[in-house]
């Protein structure tokens, strides 16, 4: 594979997303991209839990303008 590679735990993933996203009472989350840096995963919690996410607060100005064209909105 080609670097940098990661192992996912998919289904610990999921669960994880669940109890956290279930313990906010209704509101939204902004997830940052510092802590969770792969693209992918981010999709990954968009399409899970629609509407439970506000945006995303990203790394720098190039991150912003990655994630912009790759349709996300609401970037801080």
Do not use: Q
Not at 28 to 47: F, V
Request: aromatic share 6%.
């Amino acid at each position: 594979e080609r670097l940098p590679c990661a192992l996912v735990d998919l289904p610990a993933f999921d669960a994880n997303a669940r109890h956290l996203i279930g313990g906010l009472g209704g509101k939204r989350l902004r997830i940052a991209t510092k802590s969770l840096r792969c693209p992918a995963l981010l999709e990954r919690l968009r399409d899970a839990f629609p509407g439970a996410l506000s945006g995303l607060m990203t790394y720098s100005a190039a991150e912003s303008a990655m994630l912009a064209a790759a349709g996300w909105r609401d970037l801080l």
